[in-house]
């Protein structure tokens, strides 16, 4: 961090790791597990000595439909009540007006009412302004709004009926109970996935950080490079007011053009701008796949004045840049002046995940997700990786910083997995000749990751799993014509998408498959090109 501040762990190895935190006027903290466990799917934790550790700890917010899912987010506290959600609904609990400590019934505050097969962008970030309202997103069920989804050389389609309910953030009344999103207005669309979402208190604006679309590559082989792939579409930071339009769909943001460019599945080549020319243009185009999911306007006491009125976001870190290192794993502050962003950013905080450059996702050891305040000045960080929260102070004179205590932190902008890769320099895994493993890290790498451990969260293991080393004819099945809905795989649930391959050649899927099913630990036998074409043949005739 920058000079002056120093940091501790306020609380380690929280079992279902950590999505959002919020902080309560008398510095109670209160933590959303990413993976529920029976007791309950929040954790209280207080530090009763005030030595900068959580001395008790309680799991609190018991509720079955918290159970389901890896994508339980928010934690905000708004007019005497603790606001957290699951995958699918909004909840709040009445804090005690003295304790400020949970009291009463859990109440349903809003419910996603959709049906659910599988859904790629799921989590319910909420923010509240100061009005009563609560912004609540329904993010995309796509990647790109194509029927099936992330299908290459497939066009999307248009209009994209996906934005009639998703896509976008609807407004709320936030002390109205049992709504769906018909009792919510439509307040801003064409936004893919936001998870880092907050209200600007200084100028009364709503500000998210957007999670850009994937897969330029493997999608369009025949317009985009990997260095493309990793670097593009942007993580657009945005300020939103009533009707705003971003494009999502049809166009993403180019942060190494400074423009919108017309999507792939929309006839775009990476640089034709054509129908985006009107949607509305982020404040900051960040590198892509950085994975914003937090943001936090700093309005507290206790930080230099430089802090002040500006926004704290916490970059999670990618998953799908290969042959690059991985990239984010920090967290970044963007300051504002007159009610607008200066347009530079900071690095706040790094070396989360341990290690730069950062190979596979699971290679790193932390991943910063939820940031909070307490009102004496104090910054919490959660991690969703291994349950840890670091609290945070400021302990220098505020009058005496300057440019020089964020010097060194500017250098980390040089490190592989926050810097811009050298197209040919930065490849991690040249020089490779296996054939399956070089399409392996073509195809499946960016999800599945090189070391074939996927991210424990939306992909799964390929690591020791009956789904790779049992039957072929089902794992043919899979890359052909891919998997949708729940899965279990070494006692994980995955709720996801895997498209379908049927592009790829007899004899590529057969080296993919038979190099999975002989690397990582694994040894089962191979596939051959005949297998594959029996198998494809027989999947044919079932249609």
């Not at 957290?84 to 019934?105: A, E, H, N, W």
């Amino acid at each position: 961090m920058p000079d002056g501040f120093t940091s501790r762990v306020y609380v380690d190895s929280l079992i279902g790791g950590i999505r959002h935190i919020a902080v309560s006027e008398n510095g109670i903290v209160y933590a959303k597990l990413k993976k529920p466990n029976p007791q309950g799917s929040v954790v209280q934790l207080i530090d009763h000595d005030k030595n900068g550790k959580a001395d008790s700890i309680e799991i609190i917010a018991n509720h079955k439909e918290q159970q389901k899912g890896n994508y339980s987010t928010a934690a905000r506290i708004f007019d005497g009540y603790l606001y957290f959600s699951s995958q699918l609904t909004i909840y709040r609990q009445k804090l005690d007006s003295i304790t400020l400590k949970p009291v009463g019934m859990i109440e349903t505050v809003i419910k996603d009412n959709h049906p659910h097969k599988s859904h790629e962008h799921i989590a319910k970030p909420i923010a509240f302004d100061d009005q009563g309202y609560l912004y609540v997103p329904f993010g995309a069920p796509s990647n790109n709004c194509q029927n099936p989804k992330r299908t290459p050389l497939k066009p999307g389609v248009d209009p994209c009926g996906e934005l009639k309910d998703h896509g976008g953030i609807w407004r709320f009344k936030a002390d109205r109970l049992n709504q769906t999103q018909q009792d919510g207005d439509l307040f801003a669309t064409g936004l893919r996935s936001i998870v880092a979402l907050d209200w600007n208190p200084f100028n009364k604006k709503l500000y998210a950080v957007m999670h850009g679309r994937d897969d330029l590559k493997r999608l369009w082989p025949d317009k985009y490079n990997s260095w493309e792939s990793a670097l593009l579409p942007s993580e657009e930071f945005v300020e939103i007011v009533h009707g705003d339009d971003f494009g999502w769909p049809y166009c993403y943001y180019n942060q190494l053009q400074n423009k919108k460019v017309l999507a792939p599945e929309y006839g775009g080549d990476g640089i034709v701008v054509g129908r985006c020319q009107g949607y509305k243009h982020p404040e900051i185009g960040f590198p892509g796949h950085w994975a914003p999911n937090d943001l936090v306007f700093y309005q507290y006491k206790g930080f230099p004045q430089y802090y002040h009125k500006g926004a704290f976001v916490a970059f999670h870190g990618s998953t799908n840049r290969a042959p690059y290192s991985q990239s984010g794993y920090f967290v970044g502050f963007i300051p504002f002046s007159d009610g607008k962003p200066t347009g530079d950013w900071d690095i706040f905080a790094d070396g989360f995940a341990g290690i730069s450059p950062i190979v596979n996702t699971s290679d790193a050891q932390y991943r910063p997700m939820g940031i909070a305040f307490s009102p004496d000045g104090k910054m919490y960080i959660g991690d969703s990786n291994k349950g840890r929260i670091w609290q945070i102070e400021y302990v220098g004179n505020p009058k005496s910083f300057s440019d020089k205590n964020r010097e060194e932190m500017e250098k980390h902008k040089e490190l592989a997995h926050i810097k811009t890769p050298d197209l040919q320099d930065d490849i991690l895994q040249e020089g490779l000749v296996l054939a399956g493993k070089q399409k392996f890290d073509l195809y499946c790498a960016a999800c599945h990751q090189t070391n074939g451990k996927g991210d424990g969260n939306r992909f799964p293991t390929l690591v020791d799993t009956h789904w790779v080393t049992g039957d072929k004819k089902r794992l043919v099945q899979i890359v052909l014509q891919g998997i949708d809905g729940p899965i279990e795989v070494n006692g994980e649930t995955f709720d996801g998408i895997m498209p379908g391959n049927q592009f790829l050649s007899d004899q590529d899927v057969a080296e993919i498959l038979t190099y999975i099913r002989t690397n990582f630990g694994n040894k089962a036998s191979i596939i051959t090109s005949s297998e594959v074409n029996t198998i494809r043949k027989s999947l044919n005739s079932d249609l």
